[in-house]
């Protein structure tokens, strides 16, 4: 009987102690179940100066990195 | 793929508070909330002064997403952490899970009732359309998906804080350092920034009498 208790104890106890793995998945408009979009599905901004591709991640990437190299003030004074 | 983090150089942060401003202003943070702030060891000590402003950091095995009883955390593409405030039921796990104080709870009432979480969005917004009126109200600005990087690293006059694909700032820090010629020593730098040549370890601290 008290065998019987232990194993109910480890297999319910503890359910509530796993941890989900934490993996990006993007479908149909949501994450992991939350809707958001994606900041490269939108255009860019009429009166700004960054340019990209609707919906090319690739090219989203290329002008954030871009972007982020201004930061640098070795590269922006050529340096 | 970018992978966004920040980074916070202590040999160049002055203690402005000019990240905090700029993300208070940039996102419209109500009063009481900080969703970055900066910490300062050794107020006052000539020469052992150091600051660094902190936010939440994006951790790619994030504390606050494991213990949210509600699961309403998520994390995108571009290695953001952001959450659903239609699901937060303000309970503060993840204030006592996160290691950096990120989540805040806007306060209200005579009883201090804690509001819905409010954190730190890499300027991402959160679950609204991107760019509407609604993102904005409870997540502030999407400055991502306008092509830019969030307010704070951007506003930073010092460029202390360096904010964007990890990959990226991390080979701005590196630059830095090694033109300054210190700062490999800082404990973690191999495991974060790589040894420079397969094999090679960071320069040991010399030995200080006490």
Known sequence: MSRLLVVFVALFGLAACGEKEQVVVYKQGKYQGKPDGRSWDNEPLAYGNAKWTKGDRASWEAEIKARNDTQNENKRIGN | ?210
């Open chain 2, 1 to 210: 793929m970018a992978r966004m983090k920040f980074l916070c150089d202590a040999e160049r942060c002055i203690e402005c508070n000019g990240c905090v401003t700029a993300c208070k202003q940039e996102n419209e943070v109500p009063w009481g909330v900080n969703r970055r702030r900066v910490v300062t060891i050794n107020d006052g000590i000539v020469g052992a002064e150091k600051s660094i402003s902190v936010a939440c950091m994006h951790c790619s095995d994030a504390p606050c997403m494991a213990v949210c009883p509600v699961d309403c955390f998520y994390r995108t593409d571009d290695g953001v952490v952001l959450h659903d405030k239609d699901l937060c039921i303000g309970c503060g796990y993840c204030f006592y899970a996160c290691p950096f104080g990120a989540p805040q709870f806007p306060q209200a009432g005579a009883f201090g009732l804690r509001g819905k979480m409010d954190k730190c969005t890499f300027c991402a917004g959160g679950p609204e359309p991107d760019r509407s009126e609604a993102e904005f109200q409870k997540y502030g600005r999407n400055r991502l998906s306008e092509g830019k990087l969030p307010a704070c690293a951007e506003m930073c006059s010092t460029k202390a804080l360096l904010g964007g694909d990890g990959d990226v700032i991390a080979d701005i820090y590196r630059d830095r350092v090694l033109r300054r010629g210190k700062g490999s020593e800082v404990w973690g730098w191999g495991t974060a920034y790589g040894p420079g040549r397969p094999g090679a370890q960071p320069p040991q601290q010399p030995a200080t009498k006490s």
